[in-house]
């Protein structure tokens, strides 16, 4: 595979270079803003799955001339579908594009690409109330995602609150595979005086009858992978009307990741979001993703490495302020 990174002062200039490099075929992994020589600039991360080919190298110069001729329009056609596709039409959402906000919730908070900047605020202030899960806690909380997105942080901080409000709380980690999964859970449950059990996935409804006796059980899971597919997921959900999923994402992933991770999910009930890694976002524009489409609402949200300060419940107010801090929202640099 070859990756490679792509700068223009516009996201539809990064994007044609992707396009003229690498091809119709290439993936963009991410996208953001990035200051370079005093002014900003967007970074496309691009990769495909093989070389592009070079051009073929024409002995005549008359039939090259042509086919240069030929190959100048077809990139002036894909340019001229791209801005009527992807870019905005006006300088607003050109910056909120530049910053990370996804192309398809411009769309869906601009009509027809139209927008200002009282519309948009008004509009997000008004979609980010149903952004929130506002549903009372099951009494078993499983915690998925991908690697490395802090799961078994969020879930040891979810543990400290519950417990600092009076809550009987236990721990069960089916994470038994992972190296030095089972001595970082176990170094937390140690400082926090937890109980906390080890079980394979597919013990998973027996260890929640030797845990019966607690408020809340939280669950720690291998990141989601062929050897720990959704099927167990399923087999979970059925093991108890009292087990519900948490999916847990970065607040800096590209939202091609999420759409990547919710299909993956597709057909699941999965409950709510976890948010983490909010301290890592320059800007809150890649923020933007949780309006997408499909997506459950958000219960919780991680902002620092502190237990139990740096996690707190989700509400509508708190997430509106995530969305809008150091969002720009007037051009700042010279054209």
Known sequence: MKVQKFRARTSVEALAKVKETLGEDAVILSTRRVREGGRWLYEMTAAIDFEPPEPEVLTRKRE?????????????????????SLKPRNPLGEILLEQGVPVEVLKIFGSNGDLNKEVFLKKVSDAVA???????????????????????????????RLGCAGHQVALLSLDTVRVGAKEQISRYAELLDLPLEFARPEEFKEALEILKKYDYVLVDTPALSPSFPESYLVRFLKASSEVSLHLVLRATDAALAIRRVLKRLQGLAVRSLVITHLEALETSGPLYWIFLPGLPPVSFLSTGDQVPEDFERATPKRLLGLLLRNLEMEETYAA
């Open 64 to 84: 090259g001339f042509s086919l240069v001729l030929r190959e100048i329009e077809d990139l002036k056609g894909l340019i001229r579908g791209l801005k009527a």
């Open 130 to 160: 149903e952004r929130v899960e506002t549903r009372p806690f099951s009494r078993v909380l499983v915690f998925i995602g991908q690697a490395g997105v802090g799961k078994t942080t969020s879930l040891i901080k979810l543990a400290a």
